[in-house]
């Protein structure tokens, strides 16, 4: 199973970005899959998750608002979509694949894709 994550750069404070995750094969279709993002000297933490079947979404507070989660099944590909970004939110980030029902911590993930860097300048 592969992970190619995409779309990160440069942006100044304010603007959006969409970064996409592309998964190998059809196993996107029952799994959860979250997105999370990793500063130097931190650890790994969560943004956001989405259900199998894209219903059910949760984020963490700092992105609640800003972020929007979403998948496509068909093209086994989820989606996140980052408006009004802030220099805090500069980081590489990493979508995950898990079979969690939770899937809010790092550790219930066992695919990961290699991240992309995001940086937000002030």
């Known amino acids: 199973v592969q992970l190619q994550a995409s779309g990160g750069g440069l942006v100044q404070a304010g603007d959006s970005l969409r970064l996409s995750c592309a998964v190998s094969?059809?196993?996107?279709?029952?799994?959860?899959m979250g997105w999370f993002r990793q500063s130097p000297g931190k650890e790994r933490a969560f943004v956001a998750t989405?259900?199998?079947?894209?219903?059910?979404?949760y984020y963490s507070d700092s992105v609640k608002g800003r972020f929007t989660i979403s998948r496509d099944n068909a093209k086994s590909t989820v989606y996140l979509q980052m408006n009004s970004l802030k220099p805090e939110d500069t980081a590489v980030y990493y979508c995950?694949?898990?079979?969690?029902?939770?899937?809010?911590?790092?550790?219930?993930?066992?695919?990961w894709g290699q991240g992309t860097q995001v940086t937000v300048s002030s």
């Open positions: 989405i259900s199998r079947d894209g219903g059910g979404t």
């Open positions: 995950g694949l898990t079979s969690s029902i939770d899937g809010t911590q790092a550790t219930q993930y066992y695919y």
């Open positions: 094969g059809r196993i996107i279709r029952g799994h959860r």
